[in-house]
T-cell receptor
Framework: GAVVSQHPSWVICKSGTSVKIECRSL??????MFWYRQFPKQSLMLMAT?????????EQGVEKDKFLINHASLTLSTLTVTSAHPEDSSFYIC????????????FGQGTRLTVV | DAKTTQPTSMDCAEGRAANLPCNHS???????VYWYRQIHSQGPQYIIH???NNETNEMASLIITEDRKSSTLILPHATLRDTAVYYC?????????????FGKGTLLTVNP
């Protein structure tokens, strides 16, 4: 399958600071990228969908000013958690696909964010 | 997207076939059945997908009933590394329907 890489794999930050997570499609051009959040022992929850060059579409209840998403190129999307608080501590996972060519989406390895 | 129902957990002996069922009785004609799995603390891994015909790849086989209201994922020779949460997801085939909505999935435990 196609390769999607996330960086960093884990990050610890202080409350009130911002953290940026990168998601890259390494061997294909991703027309669409998705960002998910997963709390312990729960399933993945979709946060937002982004198409290259367009503003992200956020799911209900997700604050767009807190979770800034940029999808400036066909191989890179970033999620910035602004003014992070301990309750933002979670496992963040990106997914990417080129839906003009096929219908599968591929996932990054995830980023464990801990806010202290 | 149609909702899916999966057992919460299953056990399988190493080397035996693992058969994971999924009900999707409200699936519509243009919706696909996708299977992903998530090994602890990793991102989900794509396994297989299908519309109405049975599918097979190097990882698994997907059997979809004729009425498309249920399907079964088959891992032919389960190994300990197949222990994971398996998600059955029904998704539209185009437009803005490419997003995947995850349910609780089935925790498959492969025992030695």
């Amino acid at each position: 399958g196609a390769v999607v890489s996330q960086h960093p794999s884990w990050v610890i930050c202080k409350s009130g600071t911002s953290v940026k997570i990168e998601c890259r499609s390494l061997d294909f051009q991703a027309t669409t990228m998705f960002w998910y959040r997963q709390f312990p022992k729960q399933s993945l929850m979709l946060m937002a969908t982004s198409n290259e060059g367009s503003k992200a579409t956020y799911e209900q209840g997700v604050e767009k000013d807190k979770f800034l998403i940029n999808h400036a190129s066909l191989t890179l999307s970033t999620l910035t958690v602004t003014s992070a608080h301990p309750e933002d501590s979670s496992f963040y996972i990106c997914s990417a696909g080129n839906f003009g060519r096929n219908t599968e989406a591929f996932f990054g390895q995830g980023t464990r964010l801990t806010v202290v | 997207d149609a909702k899916t129902t999966q057992p919460t957990s299953m056990d399988c002996a190493e080397g035996r076939a693992a058969n994971l069922p999924c009900n999707h009785s409200t699936i519509s004609g243009n919706e696909y059945v996708y299977w992903y799995r998530q090994i602890h603390s990793q991102g989900p891994q794509y396994i297989i997908h299908g519309l109405k015909n049975n599918e097979t790849n190097e990882m698994a086989s997907l059997i979809i009933t004729e009425d498309r209201k249920s399907s079964t994922l088959i891992l032919p020779h389960a190994t300990l590394r197949d222990t994971a949460v398996y998600y059955c997801i029904v998704r539209g085939g185009g437009g803005s329907n490419y997003k995947l909505t995850f349910g609780k999935g089935t925790l498959l435990t492969v025992n030695p």
